[in-house]
């Protein structure tokens, strides 16, 4: 057990009888590494039948007025975006520097999809759905909330960039110094250079030396980067953007605290 969360578990009673305030739903999701809202977890349960013709976990970007649907600009113009979501701190790390204020705090009414065993099932039907519905091909966004939680989940993604020629994938990771870093690096980044740009949150610029490495940074960061034109309303959406995945986007991009 984390030793947090042993101490309150020894302490709660004691806060109960002498009337102390409760801890905060936000302050237990923090101790015990989950989402705030655990109500809107969603346990996939893979279910393929040719006849059905909905998505699973992957919802349209059109869900979202942040992304976009239909991309308009840069090297996958034409192609439609997709997005997952999994429980964030379920699947991060805890060293995530937004491990306290993640924006999943604020987010109740969001679908977070659980690590199971038909989760990647779940999203490989989906691709192949998609694949049929739009052969100009898709983009995924990684993750809306969550993040890469194993090597073999890397690998599942690699293994769909294969069987998928017209999958693009982007986002962003908190992984950094682990074997999960190492797989997101060298399986996607690398070998995919034009179909996959995973940026890693770090307040660092663009390094040559480290092929293919990409950085998302935050408000504080003063070094050559670019702030997130949708955060500033020169983009309407990302698929009206598409600055973060662009055959030359080597500048970390800036986002304004949130």
């Known amino acids: 057990m984390d030793l947090k969360l042993f101490i309150f578990t020894l302490v709660s009673p004691l806060n109960r009888r002498y009337n102390v305030p409760m801890t905060t739903a936000t302050e237990m ?3 015990e590494g989950t989402t705030k809202f655990r109500k809107s977890v969603v346990q996939p349960r ?3 039948n040719a006849e059905v013709k909905g998505l699973e976990v992957l919802k349209p970007g059109s869900n979202n007025k942040k992304l976009g649907y239909k991309i308009t600009k840069g090297r996958w113009k034409g192609k439609y975006l997709y997005s997952i979501t999994l429980e964030e701190r379920a699947t991060c790390p805890r060293y995530c520097h937004h491990w306290d204020d993640c924006y999943g705090n604020n987010m109740p009414f969001a679908k977070r999809y659980a690590v199971n065993t038909s989760l990647c099932p779940s999203i490989h039907t ?6 049929n519905k739009h052969p100009q091909g898709i983009v995924i966004r990684l993750h809306v909330l969550g993040d890469f939680y194993s090597p073999e989940y890397v690998t599942f993604w690699e293994h769909m960039l294969d069987l998928f020629p017209n999958l693009c994938l982007f986002g962003y990771t908190a992984r950094w110094g682990d074997d999960v870093q190492y797989a997101i690096h060298t399986q996607l980044n690398v070998r995919y250079p034009s179909r996959c740009v995973i940026r890693y949150s770090r307040n660092l610029p663009f390094n040559e030396t480290l092929h293919e490495a990409r950085y998302a940074t935050d408000e504080s960061f003063s070094g050559d980067s670019f702030t997130c034109p949708e955060q ?6 990302c698929a009206d953007c598409g600055a973060c995945w662009g ?3 080597t500048k970390s991009v800036r ?3 949130h």
């Open 247 to 249: 055959s030359h986007a």
């Open 232 to 237: 500033t309303g020169k983009a309407a959406s």
């Open 46 to 48: 893979h279910t393929f």
């Open 126 to 131: 989906d691709i192949m759905r998609l694949h």
């Open 29 to 31: 999701a923090r101790i």
């Open 255 to 257: 986002f304004l605290n």
